[in-house]
């Protein structure tokens, strides 16, 4: 879907005294392709009326400027109330969405001095719309997905006993960085041994000895679109018996959860219940501790989120995660993921060397 045309889908919703002001970066991009060069520092806002688009923006960011689209430099709190408040009165709008979830204390007071009922964002609207990806974020999505695989292969080859998680992150790093993506797709994970239970580890100083279970979990980043994948494996020749009966175990939870991602009109809750019910069976229900994935695209975690109650529908062109994991407390864990793509009621794992229909 072209820019324009997301704008006019997400106007659609708007009634005629309703405006919404958009602060979230990746809202923005993804709504009028503003390019932010610091996400964590606040550049721009976008104002959506039913009938007008306005991107506030500072005076120094480069603007790829369209027909569809005003432009209005400088969001410094006194200018941006004042802008808005004329931009509202023209238009008679009454109501102001806003994301309460990402605005500041200083915004929100000066957003408050405005003649409009000022009410909460809910994302509904554009959640639903982005799970949809349309043809050139699925092409920059499949790129992603085959450098992480691409840097996987090279990485696995240059491990060793002595390396520790730090340095195993930072060649994981180089290796995806010579391979094209802009910057990791979220902070790495690198976890030897009983760190790898540990489910958003950070990389220490701990060396790889050998016999050892290893975690890597990591995404590429092509055009601000993410990948994300992972990697479980037993260094050494001798593995735990354990450890290899539950690597079973969730490759038959994942393989389940495809199989449910291939099925007419599926829900989020079903791949979960999928998956959840073959490590419940296992014995191993209380060790699967997080949900069995979620979308992704700008955000490494976009809807739906795919967990036991949400009853989303999961659409063509979604791009999701399937990622069960077992984690047992001071010994090891296990998880697989991929990144994969519904298409026309057929499944591509994203995150293989080459895309790869399942």
Not at 121 to 133: A, C, E
Not at 255 to 261: C, D, E
Not at 287 to 302: Q, V
Request: glycine letters at 4%; one cysteine or more.
């Amino acid at each position: 879907m072209k820019i324009e045309a997301r704008l006019k889908a997400f106007q659609n919703n708007l009634d005629s005294q309703t405006a919404v002001l958009f602060s979230k970066p990746t809202d923005i991009s993804y709504l009028v392709d503003f390019g932010f060069l610091v996400p964590e520092e606040r550049e721009a806002f976008l104002l959506i009326t039913k009938t007008q688009v306005t991107l506030f923006h500072h005076s120094f960011s480069p603007i790829k400027k369209t027909s569809f689209c005003q432009y209005v430099a400088g969001i410094s709190l006194e200018q941006l109330t004042k802008s808005l408040d004329q931009k509202l009165k023209d238009q008679s709008d009454t109501r102001l969405l806003i994301d309460k979830n990402d605005l500041v204390v200083t915004e929100w007071e000066a957003l408050q001095t405005l003649p409009v009922k000022l009410d909460k964002l809910t994302h509904d609207w554009l959640n639903q719309q982005k799970m949809s990806k349309d043809e050139e974020e699925i092409e920059k999505m499949v790129t992603a997905g085959k450098i992480s695989a691409q840097t996987f292969e090279k990485l696995k080859r240059k491990i060793k006993i002595g390396l520790t998680e730090i340095e195993v992150a930072e060649l994981l790093k180089e290796i995806l960085r010579k391979l094209g993506s802009q910057q990791e797709a979220f902070p790495t994970i690198v976890a030897f041994g009983e760190n790898t239970a540990l489910l958003h580890h950070q990389p220490t100083n701990k060396k790889l000895e050998n016999n050892q279970a290893i975690l890597i979990d990591f995404g590429a980043t092509v055009s601000n679109y993410r990948s994300d994948m992972t990697r479980s494996w037993w260094f050494g020749p001798n593995p735990d018996l354990e450890y290899l009966q539950i690597s079973k175990t969730i490759n038959a939870a994942y393989l389940a959860g495809v199989k449910a991602l291939q099925s007419p009109e599926v829900t989020a809750a079903k791949i979960d219940q999928a998956t959840r019910s073959i490590i419940n069976q296992a014995g191993y229900g209380q060790y699967f501790i997080h949900t069995t994935g979620h979308g992704l695209g700008l955000d490494i975690h976009e809807s739906p989120s795919i967990y036991l109650t949400n009853k989303t529908l999961i659409p063509n062109n979604c791009v999701i995660t399937i990622e069960p994991g077992i984690y047992l407390p001071g010994k090891f864990g296990i998880r697989y993921e991929n990144t994969l793509l519904l298409k026309d009621a057929q499944v591509f794992c994203l995150t293989e060397s080459k895309l790869k229909m399942i």
